[in-house]
């Protein structure tokens, strides 16, 4: 009888192979890999440090890379935090040179590996290891072309003769198996005769456009790791000019509230003063970055502002009613 003559999930007394269930999860997921969550089976080192490491509790999703798994997944979990240590787990490394070690968690089947265990119920079919001496340039354990089911966790990378684990040794290589997103655009044309000039020396600054609908909020997921910003001025009015100074967008309130902010780079503008006298152009400025969310910020509502400052005096930047603001804010949860 074929492996999978019976689909997920039929009644009647009918059997169901292991190959449709791990079939039946892969598809329900889209053949994701990775942690379940941002904090899942993140590595630490020791407390205090030694010649270990300590696995956060969690779970993952694993492909099946045995010979002849493929179109199938495995799901493991972990309850507690695990050690990994002792001398041929993670040895010292020689007096000669450095190593980088991969730690993983993988699954050992027997259907396809080993011997059946004599206790099925108690045997350890998920497990966390260490693969010793991989390349310190190592990113994925697809590199290494296992032929088991297996995610990496962190790379350890010492020093020569070197036995403890610091936190500095640790790149964490986890990736979200099913990272979840929370994208808004805000956008708004200016009306009215104001003029807004960007005219606030350094080191203050001031909101720029100032006005009442530029005042925007997005609620800041609870899941939320990480923000893409980007944020435009359409339509500066600029001139003959010996002004510089810079702009930037902000989530969050200024100051401490308990909350945090998260703002991104500074870009740097700067004026002609050598174009034509009585001539007025209109550009368009940007600026973006990827910012990590604080804890405090997550599940709660903030306010957006785009601001600016002058470092160099001369005619300010200014915008009209032929000017617009736009702002494109992407969460996305990765591992933390």
Known sequence: M???????????????????ARGELYDSTGGAEGIS???????LPMTPTGNGVRVAPGGCLLLNRYPGGTLQTYS??????????????????PSGS?????VIARILDPQYEGNAPANPNG??????????????????????????PAIALAKITRPANRGDVLAEHITDLREVAQPKTYRRLFTHNLEGSTVHALDTASPSSEYWPDFAEAIWEIDVPEWATHA???????????????AQGTIWARIGRPGDWGEGNVRTQDVKWALDPTAADGVEMRETWGVSDDVTIPAAMRGTRQPIR???????NGGPPRMDNASSIMVDVQFTEGPA
Request: proline fraction near 6%; glycine fraction near 10%; avoid cysteine.
């Open 2 to 20: 074929a492996a999978d003559s019976t689909p997920w999930f039929v009644g009647g007394g009918a059997e169901h192979s292991p190959e449709v």
């Open 37 to 43: 969550s941002p904090q899942s089976l993140r590595v």
């Open 76 to 93: 493991a979990r972990w309850f507690s935090e695990q050690i990994l240590n002792g001398p041929t787990v993670l040895p010292p490394t």
């Open 306 to 312: 785009l601001v600016g400052t002058r470092l160099v």
């Open 228 to 242: 893409n910003i980007v944020a435009t001025w359409g339509g500066v009015r600029v001139s003959r000019s010996a």
């Open 98 to 102: 450095g190593r980088t070690d991969l």
């Open 123 to 148: 045997f350890e079919y998920r497990r966390l290891a260490v693969i010793q001496n991989v390349s310190s340039s190592i990113r994925s354990i697809r590199e290494l072309g296992l032929n088991y």
